[in-house]
T-cell receptor, first 115, second 115 residues
């Protein structure tokens, strides 16, 4: 079945450091890929997405590129802020287009940014 | 506008009791999803509804779990004869359906504790 593997952390960085959170996946078809974020005390929210190979998703300074050849979707940010401290989840969906389909999540990476 | 609403926010019950969790999706969202977030298993997909029907029930952990949705709106997840391993945060999400991917919007979850 489908699976998502990501570094679990916690990952601790200083403010303005460069961030990479690795994510690799296993899927039978051509999935859509996502990063969700859970800030302290808040619900899960979509950070960015990519629906086909070589697509780059971006939002709030974060980027991730859908790499089919390496089955990866690593999350990057050039300069992190204390407010980026949260748990980040990589996820995939086998559903095509806008059809309903459950998401398969990685276990989440707890990111801590120190001032 | 209002987001996905879940109730109760917290539920503590004794092993062997039945529990019912409720989800109110965003108005107009045709698709509704249930997930479970636990320390050992991370975020697991349980079931999704397209309208009132559930095409895929394979994620439900056992036959003690059931879910229904009426009127294309509110959904309830019922756990019968609860066990300690059922302790987790149960998350609900909803989304539109369309030609392109429609993001899932998550509620804050119900934290279930089985004594």
């Amino acid at each position: 079945g489908d699976s998502v593997t990501q570094m679990e952390g916690p990952v601790t960085l200083s403010e303005e450091a460069f961030l990479t959170i690795n994510c690799t996946y296993t899927a039978t078809g051509y999935p859509s890929l996502f990063w969700y974020v859970q800030y302290p005390g808040e619900g899960l929210q979509l950070l960015l997405k990519a629906t086909k190979a070589d697509d780059k998703g971006s939002n709030k300074g974060f980027e991730a590129t859908y790499r089919k050849e390496t089955t990866s979707f690593h999350l990057e940010k050039g300069s992190v802020q204390v407010s980026d401290s949260a748990v980040y989840f990589c996820a995939l969906s086998e559903g095509s287009g806008g059809g309903a389909d459950g998401l398969t999540f990685g276990k989440g990476t707890h990111l801590i940014i120190q001032p | 506008g209002a987001g996905v609403s879940q109730s109760p926010s917290n539920k503590v019950t004794e092993k062997g009791k039945d529990v019912e969790l409720r989800c109110d999706p965003i108005s107009g969202h045709t698709a509704l999803y249930w997930y479970r977030q636990s320390l050992g298993q991370g975020l697991e997909f349980l079931i999704y509804f397209q309208g009132n029907s559930a095409p895929d029930k394979s994620g439900l952990p056992s036959d003690r779990f059931s879910a229904e949705r009426t009127g294309g709106s509110v959904s309830t997840l019922t756990i019968q004869r609860t066990q300690q391993e059922d302790s987790a945060v149960y998350l609900c999400a909803s989304s539109r359906l369309g030609a392109d991917y429609q993001p899932q919007h998550f509620g804050d979850g119900t934290r279930l504790s089985i004594l």
